[in-house]
């Protein structure tokens, strides 16, 4: 019997804008939570471990991008309680390799232990967390990256990989949005799922505008990210400034014709 997506894929909420009110509200709509801390306006600790725990009062786990390679990131995020740490740009396995270091606990890699919060809400003991959690996700956002995304996803201690379209495609000189880049990104796509599935390791992409929720399914993505704050809030505005600029055309017309039948 073919098997029903809805049960296997996970759909995701990106997130860019501190606004952990707003993340706490639309949050339980969606089954993961990306929190940009890369490319977004997420900056700081604080505000940062705000985000993380609006994820988790509604229910969903924090996946966290931080802005580069820093051991000192990595722990930071993971400190915080987050589900998942993407890291950007890996291109090699020595890279993946250093990152595995930084996010996972010895004898696998060499994570310094004593993070206030997983402490208080899970004892010493989330040091042997059932489950392989929290994930490391490595983000694939180069032709280089995607010749080595088998040997990255691999690597015991990479719980998946990420692909980042609009880099993936820069670097091949290809300008981004054009017609005929859905093709080179499905094909990416297909490439990093065929060397996830065997591993059982998660595939993340972003499913957002076109046909990209479709080519991100068909090609094996598990993880799809099918929303975000901004997306929603801008189309959301425009909406409702339309509709109302329509509701007061139609108003003039009425007055108009009114006043004409005297």
Known sequence: MKTNPSDTI????????????????????????????????????DTMLSMVRACQAAGKPAFVRVPGHEPSWIGLALDMGADAVIVPQVDNVE?????????????????SFGGRRPIDLQGRSYVREPGGKPWLICQIESPEALENAEAIASLPGVDGLFL???????????????AGDEAMVGEAIRRMAAACRPLKKALLCVGMGGDMFRICLENGATHIVAGGDVAFLAGGSKTAADTARGKLVSAGESATATLNLY
């Open 10 to 45: 996970q759909l995701g909420l990106c997130i860019m804008l501190p606004s952990p009110a707003a993340l706490e509200r639309i949050g339980r709509d969606w089954d993961w939570v990306w929190l940009d801390g890369q490319h977004g306006q997420i900056a700081g600790y």
């Open 95 to 111: 890279q993946a390799g250093r990152i595995i270091q930084a996010a996972k606990f010895p004898p696998l890699g060499n994570r």
């Open 164 to 178: 980042g379209p609009d880099d993936y495609l820069l670097r091949q000189g290809v300008e981004i949005d054009i």
